[in-house]
């Protein structure tokens, strides 16, 4: 018996085969497209899930309450890894990263400048790395050693055997090679070359409560409780800093768990609510959305053309089949198209997955024997074919066989209230997703063009590692042609980073707290810049201007002197003065409010070069610098890059999630189109005796295609005014999530409608027209 339905299902999937291509079709593309979804989404969960017992190591973070808010940070004071190794009973390992960038390792004649850490022997108890060669119980036995990834042994070594072997880090320090790790893989948020020895970064940098450089780890024993142990953390640190009770309430420590890191790293009011856990969800969704659009159009399509079968049906019970097995027929039947549809959509993955990893820069593969993945496959299947087997197996299968074949069954309006709310949430999904990926596009566009207060365009950006005399490299490009400015900065501007509260002004209230972005500039950083000086004048050398101050506007309001120029100031113990004042600028991403910002003249403190470059004159300028630079610093490879490049990676996210958009929702709208497509031809077949009739009588070609398309064109109607609703309210907490955004405005809706409209009508004209035009006598002959 059953393989008399299989018989049956195949026979009747070929019979119908223009119907049966836009089911298989629809649902293999919506399903293709949740798969690449589901591809990433897992990826994006799965990021440091591979540590052993990762639910035991937590990230220290410092939360800072003052009277402007909370302000977090996700870098400690060097000591603290020490004292909590010491005094907290419950933790079993701790350490602290320090992120030093690129750094030079020479072997023999040959330099490399890979990316690496400084840390404690314990990182490697903590993380789950894998040793490939060496000391694989204590990959960092002294101070002297080193751990390389294998690619980078590779690229220094060849086929040599590193273990035990010597290179200079950093110009002046002989480490031995000790241990060989595998390749760091995409799901590991620590991304690194090497990881050398802490001992060696504290020959450079002084270990003092008052600066938090370094992240640190730890991972507990089996049976702590976060809370309590964060409560000791912070209850020994306010003793050994002899905090007072006002001091230790503004002042904490927060533990958060590592592996949601990655995902959650937006703190508001002290707590991780955000990152890219957004993306995360909004994608889920949007993989939810495409699979329902193309669960409901199989399911129309399923009802829709089950109705015509009602002869079949009334033969099958005059003969003896059983209500149960007719359902049971017509499950299978679902069941095998939703099969088929998946092996499609297997197909058309394959097919996409290299572009869809180009896109999202991943390596995403699939894993066909893993049950992570073979069990949703299975899910979706059954479920989809149950679902849309269900309404033509419990109604079809209670037909009254006599009247049916009589002909009197009555079928022709039989689902309609169902096949039209269908198409009506297809449709409002569709809407919610167009308005959706037109916002994304229209934030994203407004960040791109959004003025930052300077000029980004045309400056070059160059890392100052390698070079020894900092003003000899500035005179020799000065006289470059096509340079017009350069300066020098601790940081990038795009990203400044350094936040205390000890900048001091003259006239400050004496328990004023204001923490304050400090970058620390050279001369002409003003002019390099671009920026607008409102106020005073910009750093000179003559004026020998070294520990003098510029603000911006924001730090200038919340000092609320009327005149700020000439205030004497004090930052980190460097004695200046205020001599100007700039427009705003924004030092951090767009989601971030507008923050008090200070310039620091200190040209000593610099860890790159900014020069601006006349437009026209690029690549003669790039020529001269790099000339420059293989005579000033042969040992390090010359890079740069071009600020305006700086602000598109700060933004690659939000690019990358509004091509995802855009890609997906279009395939949205055309499963959409598929599914109207097969139920316009459903309803013109259905009516074609109907079109027949009304052409005899003298109707028209156009009012037969207004008497079709009205209907459609009224659910489309329906669907806009449910589904700009929706969207605005989505699309409003989405653009909340920016400091600074793009409105909605009407546009956005009436590019929506208009193509909503459009698209329908002419899905139906193309449809409607076919039947219109037909030969009446073609379709009454047997009346």
Known sequence: MFRNYLFVAFRNFLRQGFFSFLNVGGLAAGLACTFLIYLWVMDELNKDKFHTEVDRVYHVATNIYNSEGTITWQDTPGP???????????????????????????????????????????FFQIFSFSVLKGNKSNPLPNPSSIVLTASLARKIFGDVDPIGKSLKLRSENDVVVTAVIDDITD??????????????????????????????????KDGFNASEAQTKINKHIAKVLALTEEEQARFKYYLQPFADRYLYSSFENGFPVSGRIKYVKIFTVVAIFILLIACVNFMNMATARAVVRHKEIGVRKVIGAQRWTLMFQFLIESIMVSALAMLAALFLVEILLPFFNTLVVKKLTIHYTQWDFLLPILGIILTTGILAGLYPAFILSRVNP??????????ASQGLILRRALVVFQFVISVVLIVSSLVVYKQIDFIQSKDLGYDRENVLVIPARGVRNYDLFKNQLSTISGITHISTAGESIIQINNQNDSFWWEGKEENRELYVRTLTVGYDFVETMGFTLLEGRSFSEALNDTTNVIINQKMAALMGAKNPVGLSTIQWGLKGKIIGVVGDFHSRSLTEDMEPIILLCYPNWTSRFYVRIQPDK??????????????????????????????????????????????????????????????????????????????????????????????FLLLALTALCIGCPLAYYFMTMFLQGYAYHTTMGYLVFILTGGGLLTLTLLIILFQVTRSAVANPTNNLRSE
């Open 618 to 711: 690029t690549n003669e300028a790039l020529a001269g610098i790099e000339n420059i630079w293989k005579k000033t610093s042969p040992a390090y490879p010359f890079e740069y890059t071009f600020l305006d490049s700086h602000y598109e990676r700060l933004y690659r996210e939000e690019q990358v999630i509004g091509k995802l958009a855009l890609g997906f929702t279009f395939m949205a709208v055309l499963i959409s189109g598929l599914g109207l497509l097969g139920l316009a031809a459903y309803s013109t077949e259905r009516r074609k005796k109907e079109i027949s009739v009304r052409k005899v009588l003298g109707a028209t070609v156009s009012s037969l295609i207004t008497l079709i398309s009205k209907e």
């Open 402 to 411: 006599v009247r049916v074949l009589k002909g009197v069954s009555g079928s």
């Open 80 to 122: 603290l890894a020490e004292e909590i190794r010491n005094n907290i009973p419950e933790v079993e390992h701790v350490a602290h990263l320090a992120n030093d960038g690129p750094r030079l390792i020479q072997y023999n004649d040959t330099n490399f400048l890979p990316a690496g850490y400084f840390t404690d022997p314990s």
């Open 187 to 220: 799901q590991s948020s620590l991304t690194f070359d090497f990881v050398a020895h802490f001992d060696i970064h504290k020959k450079y940098r002084e270990q003092q409560w008052g600066n938090s450089d370094y992240n640190t780890f730890i991972k507990f």
